[in-house]
C-alpha cells in the first residue's frame, strides 16, 4: 500500500515506528499539502461572499492551482520515500570483488542524487506557491486568515525540510558541480522563504 492511501493514525505511527521511511522528506511532502489544502479552503471560503467579489475570479484559479499543487505534494510522500529505498538498496550490493565494488558505487551515487533531486523539487514547488498563499491570505475572506497563515506556516516547514534533505544527501555525492547547483539553490530559497514568513508574521499581528 502506497504511504498516501494509509490513514492519519496509520501513517504517524508508521513514521514512528523503528523504520526508515517514511522520514523527513515524506513529512516534508504532507506540509506542503497541507498548505495547498489551507490555501484552496481560504479560496473558497472567499468565493461567492459579497465583500469579495472583486477577487471571487482571482480566487477560483487559486482553488484550481492549490488542488494541483495538493496532488503533487500527495505523490511526493511516496516519491520521496522511494527515492531514498533506492539508496539504501544499492548499499546493499554486494561488494566482495573490485567489478562489484564499482557497481556498487555507481548505484550509491545515482541513488544519492535522485534522492537529492525529489526532494529538490517538493522545495522549489512548494517555493513557487508561496505567493499565492500570501497573496490569498491578504486579500481572501478575513474570517479565515488565521487559517491561510498556519497554511503559509506549514510550506514554510515543507521547504525547510525538504531543503535539509537535500543538503544531509550532498553529503554523500562525489560530484562537485551537481553539490555547488544544489547547495546554490537551497540557498536561495531558505533565504526567500524565511524573509516572507517573517514579514506575514509581522502583517498578521498586525490585523488580529
Given at each position: 500500500m502506497k504511504l498516501q492511501d494509509l490513514t492519519l493514525k496509520q501513517f504517524l505511527e508508521k513514521t514512528a515506528a523503528n523504520?526508515?521511511?517514511?522520514?523527513?522528506?515524506?513529512?516534508?511532502?504532507?506540509?506542503?499539502?497541507?498548505?495547498?489544502?489551507?490555501?484552496?479552503?481560504?479560496?473558497?471560503?472567499?468565493?461567492?461572499?459579497?465583500?469579495?467579489?472583486?477577487?471571487?475570479?482571482?480566487?477560483?484559479?487559486?482553488?484550481?492551482?492549490?488542488?494541483?499543487?495538493r496532488k503533487h505534494f500527495i505523490n511526493d510522500?511516496?516519491?520521496?520515500?522511494?527515492?531514498?529505498?533506492?539508496?539504501?538498496?544499492?548499499?546493499?550490493?554486494?561488494?566482495?570483488?573490485?567489478?562489484?565494488?564499482?557497481?556498487?558505487?555507481?548505484?550509491?551515487?545515482?541513488?544519492?542524487k535522485e534522492?537529492?533531486?525529489?526532494?529538490?523539487?517538493?522545495a522549489?514547488?512548494?517555493?513557487?506557491?508561496?505567493?499565492?498563499?500570501?497573496?490569498t491570505i491578504r486579500k481572501g475572506n478575513k474570517n479565515a486568515v488565521t487559517d491561510g497563515m498556519v497554511g503559509l506556516m506549514a510550506g514554510r516547514t515543507a521547504i525547510m525540510g525538504a531543503l535539509?534533505?537535500?543538503?544531509?544527501?550532498?553529503?554523500?555525492?562525489?560530484d562537485s558541480v551537481f553539490i555547488q547547483e544544489l547547495r546554490k539553490r537551497c540557498d536561495q530559497i531558505e533565504k526567500e522563504v524565511l524573509e516572507k514568513e517573517s514579514e506575514m508574521i509581522d502583517w498578521i499581528k498586525s490585523v488580529i
Amino acid at each position: 500500500m502506497k504511504l498516501q492511501d494509509l490513514t492519519l493514525k496509520q501513517f504517524l505511527e508508521k513514521t514512528a515506528a523503528n523504520e526508515a521511511l517514511p522520514g523527513g522528506g515524506s513529512a516534508s511532502a504532507l506540509n506542503a499539502a497541507i498548505a495547498s489544502a489551507l490555501t484552496g479552503m481560504m479560496a473558497n471560503l472567499t468565493i461567492g461572499k459579497k465583500n469579495y467579489t472583486a477577487v471571487e475570479d482571482q480566487m477560483k484559479k487559486t482553488v484550481e492551482e492549490m488542488e494541483e499543487n495538493r496532488k503533487h505534494f500527495i505523490n511526493d510522500i511516496d516519491r520521496d520515500a522511494d527515492a531514498y529505498s533506492l539508496v539504501m538498496d544499492a548499499y546493499k550490493l554486494p561488494k566482495e570483488t573490485d567489478e562489484q565494488k564499482a557497481v556498487r558505487g555507481k548505484k550509491i551515487q545515482e541513488a544519492m542524487k535522485e534522492a537529492s533531486l525529489v526532494p529538490m523539487e517538493v522545495a522549489e514547488r512548494a517555493y513557487k506557491m508561496l505567493d499565492t498563499i500570501i497573496d490569498t491570505i491578504r486579500k481572501g475572506n478575513k474570517n479565515a486568515v488565521t487559517d491561510g497563515m498556519v497554511g503559509l506556516m506549514a510550506g514554510r516547514t515543507a521547504i525547510m525540510g525538504a531543503l535539509l534533505n537535500v543538503r544531509i544527501n550532498l553529503g554523500g555525492i562525489h560530484d562537485s558541480v551537481f553539490i555547488q547547483e544544489l547547495r546554490k539553490r537551497c540557498d536561495q530559497i531558505e533565504k526567500e522563504v524565511l524573509e516572507k514568513e517573517s514579514e506575514m508574521i509581522d502583517w498578521i499581528k498586525s490585523v488580529i
